[in-house]
Structures are given as structure tokens and as C-alpha cells.
């Protein structure tokens, strides 16, 4: 099972920014196809990005243009920076990884966006 814990949430005003920070433990992360999810109060957890092994990166619609996934291998870490946020964001954000076929969580981070 592979550890993963998530940084840099936090509350932030309507238009705001915000970069959150995902540290995976393994020694094959360059494997990892990388995402972050989001869940909020009430409501199914969402896609919110994915980037894979190869760069690869796939967005849910109301993120593209706003939200940009990236990661470092060299550091074990996947980031989204996340822009121009909406009072709708607000949600707690999970990292998943997925290497050869098993899927891990973290913990989450909560993001708040409010006036």
C-alpha cells in the first residue's frame, strides 16, 4: 500500500489560489498514473484530475482552464494548482495513486472557498 499525504488546503476567497501538495511513498512513482479527486458535503467524489506515467493529462470539464495537474518524479510528489476558485470548490481533495493496478488514497485536504 503505498502512503500518500496531501498538503496546502486551506480556506481561500472566491477568484483565489491555491496549490495543494500530494507526497506518495514508493520507490516506483514514476509508474504511477497520479489523480486528485474531490468529495463535498453530500455529494459522490468527483475526478478532478489525472496525470500518467507517460504526462498524460486528462481534466473533468469544470476544472479545465482553472486547475493545472503536474507532477515531479523526482520527488515523489503530484501538485494541482488551482485557480480562479469558486464557492463551488469547496471540498475536501484526495490524491490517488494507481500502480500497477492497485489504487491508494490519502487522507485529504480540506479547501474552502468563501467570502
Known amino acids: 500500500q503505498v502512503q500518500l499525504v496531501e498538503s496546502g488546503g486551506g480556506l481561500v476567497q472566491p477568484g483565489g489560489s491555491l496549490r495543494l501538495t500530494c507526497v506518495a511513498s514508493?520507490?516506483?512513482?514514476?509508474?504511477?498514473?497520479m489523480g486528485w479527486y474531490r468529495q463535498a458535503p453530500g455529494k459522490q467524489r468527483e475526478l478532478v484530475a489525472t496525470?500518467?506515467?507517460?504526462?498524460?493529462?486528462n481534466y473533468a470539464d469544470s476544472m479545465k482552464g482553472r486547475f493545472t495537474i503536474s507532477r515531479d518524479n523526482a520527488k515523489n510528489t503530484v501538485y494541482l494548482q488551482m485557480n480562479s476558485l469558486k464557492l463551488e470548490d469547496t471540498a475536501v481533495y484526495l490524491c490517488?495513486?494507481?500502480?500497477?493496478?492497485?489504487?491508494?488514497w490519502g487522507q485529504g485536504t480540506q479547501v474552502t472557498v468563501s467570502s
Open positions: 514508493t520507490s516506483i512513482f514514476r509508474l504511477a498514473i
Open positions: 496525470i500518467t506515467d507517460g504526462g498524460s493529462i
Open positions: 490517488n495513486s494507481r500502480i500497477l493496478g492497485r489504487d491508494s
